[in-house]
């Protein structure tokens, strides 16, 4: 894949006023990894005018490389977001600069989507009533809607001190998969984007067996959620709308083996409980494994890989919000009370990749 650059000169020219003989103009900036998938890019640059380019990775004060073709080859070590800056200089020792960010991803570290559970399209004693395999090429429209932005004005920072502004672009379906992914990039004065989407006035649910096949990023500072809101929270707020949240992972070294369910509802003020499921070996990063709950008028249980690690019983009277429709939530959040900020050793992008997601409901 080859990405391409033009920059608009940083003085402006018009026919009266021409560019000047030893000033560069025109700046144009190529990027292709060769072979596609891995760290080794080919960066070109070319501008009329100019005899000296320069590179640098990550606006380091010094250039990694000058020369006069333009032409730059870099290897990266590690995948990540950088920012490319290439400047080409003319003779009157003005310059051209264009800052291109750049992410690296390695195929090797791909995990394949059939490494893992996998849990069937039917269960004895159930109806499957609602079902997204993300198949095709775009996310459907008639089940998900995207939430953007960073929580502000009125719940900045989405009520958790995130840190991450919420893009549409941040998520997309390919080969049957849906991804959403964190990135380390200004935005709408935050310095990381990611994405939320929500089922939210096109699809909710009372009660069934809910699987949802996925594989979770890692690194501090990253939060992947698969959770489920009331229907009733534009009208009672939340915690009284109640809160069924089907997996919680906080990244971080020696966290990411561990995933937590949780219920959130509201008795003379918010109240929580539920319980955390740790892996015999590896990390959740590793393959891909179902999260499900079984909720019916009765009781909420939790599982990973059809084990069983969670119940709550809802019947008390206090948590009437858990009898009444709920809509689903999926989004990987950056920072936040609970996983504290990302650090050096954070690697980005980061990605929680779904494979699909079912309801399952008692016939």
């Known amino acids: 894949m080859i990405l391409l650059y033009t920059l608009v000169m940083f003085f402006a020219c018009t026919d009266e006023e021409p560019v000047p003989s030893g000033d560069p103009s025109n700046l144009v900036v190529e990027i292709s990894f060769e072979p ?35 032409v ?20 009157s020792g003005r310059y ?36 997204d395999e993300f198949d095709g090429s775009n996310i459907n429209q008639d089940y998900w809607v995207f939430e953007i932005g960073d929580g502000c004005p ?32 200004s935005f709408g004065s935050r310095q990381y984007t990611s994405a939320r989407m929500k089922t939210q006035g096109k699809e909710s649910f009372m009660y069934g067996r809910i699987d949802i096949r996925v594989l979770l990023p890692k690194g501090q500072g990253i939060w992947p959620a698969l959770w489920m809101l009331g229907n009733d929270i534009t009208t ?22 561990r995933v937590h369910g949780t219920l959130h509802w509201f008795n003379n003020g918010h109240v929580s409980a539920g319980g955390s499921y740790t892996l015999p070996a590896g ?22 890989n059809d084990i069983q690690f969670h119940e709550i019983l809802i019947t008390p009277t206090h948590m ?44």
């Open 72 to 91: 730059f080859e870099y290897t990266f070590l590690q995948p990540g977001t950088y920012d490319i800056d290439v400047r080409a200089y003319g003779a």
């Open 283 to 304: 990390t959740f990063a590793d393959e891909y494994h179902v999260f499900t709950i079984i909720w019916d008028d009765t009781t909420i249980k939790w599982f990973v």
């Open 236 to 257: 009672v707020g939340w915690p009284r709308c109640g809160e069924i949240d089907i997996m919680e992972m906080i990244g971080g070294s020696g966290r990411e083996n």
């Open 96 to 131: 051209l600069r264009q800052v291109i960010p750049l992410t690296v991803v390695f195929d090797e570290n791909e995990v394949p989507v059939d490494l893992g559970y996998v849990t069937p399209l039917e269960y004895e004693g159930y109806d499957l009533v609602w079902h």
């Open 36 to 70: 596609e998938g891995s760290g080794h890019a080919i960066i070109v640059a070319s501008a009329e005018n100019a005899i000296e380019y320069q590179l640098r990775i990550d606006s380091d004060q010094d250039p990694v490389e000058t020369n006069t073709s333009g």
């Open 320 to 363: 009437t919000e858990f009898h009444q429709e709920f809509f689903f939530i999926f989004n990987v959040a950056v920072g936040g009370n609970w996983p504290g900020s990302p650090d050096a050793t954070t690697i980005f992008p980061q990605q929680m990749r779904v494979d699909y997601v079912r309801v399952f409901q008692k016939n």
């Open 154 to 185: 009125h719940l900045c920072g989405w009520g958790n001190n995130e840190l991450q502004y919420y893009r549409q672009q941040n998520a997309w379906v390919e080969g049957g998969v849906l991804t959403i992914e964190a990135r380390r990039e």
